[in-house]
């Protein structure tokens, strides 16, 4: 069974870094791409970023670029998100997504096109 379980969230102050942790276990996870996605109270589920299983294509959402990275450490089963200068807009519950599909190539940006993802780290900005 596959599982994922973020950690890392809290409340920072604008201008301020993060960094969130997927840990995850069920599947081989060096040949599966990962995703990140958010969703803020009374919003649908937002792409963030994801990390193709070679860890060699990033892909980001328009609103982080420059300020998010993607990583991936397949050693440890974990994939990772550094979060700096953050911005009020940017609260939201922070989940990962695993592709269902080994050696896939990206980029995913719909969350349909994962099907496994956990329960989410809160991430607050305070202004």
């Known amino acids: 069974q596959v599982q994922l379980v973020e950690s890392g969230g809290g409340l920072v102050q604008a201008g301020g870094s993060l960094r969130l942790s997927c840990a995850t276990s069920?599947?081989?996870?060096?040949?599966?791409?990962m995703g990140w996605f958010r969703q803020a109270p009374g919003k649908e589920s937002e792409f963030v970023a994801a990390i193709m299983w070679s860890g060699g294509s990033l892909y980001y959402a328009d609103s982080v670029k420059g300020r998010f990275t993607i990583s991936r450490d397949n050693a440890k089963n974990t994939v990772y998100l550094q979060m700096t200068s953050l911005k009020p807009e940017d609260t939201a519950l922070y989940f990962c997504?695993?592709?269902?599909?080994?050696?896939?190539?990206?980029?995913?940006?719909?969350?349909?096109?994962?099907?496994?993802w956990g329960q989410g780290t809160q991430v607050t900005v305070s202004s």
């Open positions: 997504a695993h592709r269902p599909t080994k050696y896939s190539s990206g980029p995913y940006y719909s969350l349909p096109e994962y099907d496994y």
């Open positions: 069920g599947r081989t996870f060096s040949t599966y791409a």
